[in-house]
């Protein structure tokens, strides 16, 4: 079956602009993961959702950072004013049920702010 | 804090041989898991393996295998008969509920 799709692959977006970054999961998958993945560095946890409900956050970097998931399904992550700092790989992941499944990763959105 | 170390930054090894990646990880949690994960250029992280912090039995996927020493909190990685196809950055990896907490990497050459 299909895996997690990310769409752009790739945006290039000038400094100040907003930026949209979607996730489609796998379908029936219940939880849903962005991660930061900055050059050279491993990922790191943004935020997490249990179908429509974000439950933690903790891993946004400020304010500029929105993510949703309206439907429980489809997830967009929002910066808003990009820095120069945003620039990295965002990963998406989802997961069928609890702790003890796999994450699915997606193929990561690159984004570089200019 | 909770972190993960792996302390090879880059490796290079001849196709068939054996080769090891470090990781250690530190926490406080006792039922946890543990991974590694691969990381090809394409950038699809790829699961490799995955032990389960309170199964003693080391984990075995046909050329991948572990060594999960809990009380060290060290948790490496054997590729066996390596292959011109593993050649990718590996991210050793934990996590207890739903945060996956990653180390900075290793990349790995295969020679052919």
């Known amino acids: 079956g299909a895996g997690v799709s990310q769409s752009p692959r790739y945006k290039v977006a000038k400094r100040g602009q907003d930026v949209a970054l979607r996730c489609d999961p796998i379908s029936g998958h219940v939880s849903l993961f962005w991660y930061q993945q900055a050059l050279g560095q491993g990922p790191e946890f943004l935020t997490y959702?249990?179908?429509?409900?974000?439950?933690?956050k903790s891993g946004l970097p400020s304010d500029r950072f929105f993510a949703e998931r309206p439907e429980g399904s489809v997830s967009t992550l929002k910066i808003q004013r990009t820095q120069q700092e945003d620039s990295a790989v965002y990963l998406c992941a989802s997961r069928i049920g609890g702790a003890n499944y796999e994450q699915y990763f997606g193929p990561g959105t690159r984004l570089t702010v200019t | 804090a909770q972190t993960v170390t792996q302390s090879q930054p880059e490796m290079s090894v001849q196709e068939a041989e054996t080769v090891t990646l470090s990781c250690t990880y530190d926490?406080?949690?006792?039922?946890?898991?543990l991974f590694w994960y691969k990381q090809p250029p394409s950038r699809q992280m790829i699961l490799v393996i995955r032990q389960e912090a309170y199964k003693q039995q080391n984990a075995t996927e046909n050329r991948f295998s572990v060594n999960f020493q809990k009380a060290a909190k060290s948790f490496s990685l054997k590729i066996s008969d390596s292959q011109l196809g593993d050649t990718a950055m590996y991210f050793c990896a934990w996590n207890r509920d739903d945060k996956i907490i990653f180390g900075k990497g290793t990349r790995l050459h295969i020679l052919p």
């Open positions: 926490t406080s949690e006792n039922n946890y898991y």
């Open positions: 959702f249990q179908n429509e409900a974000q439950l933690d």
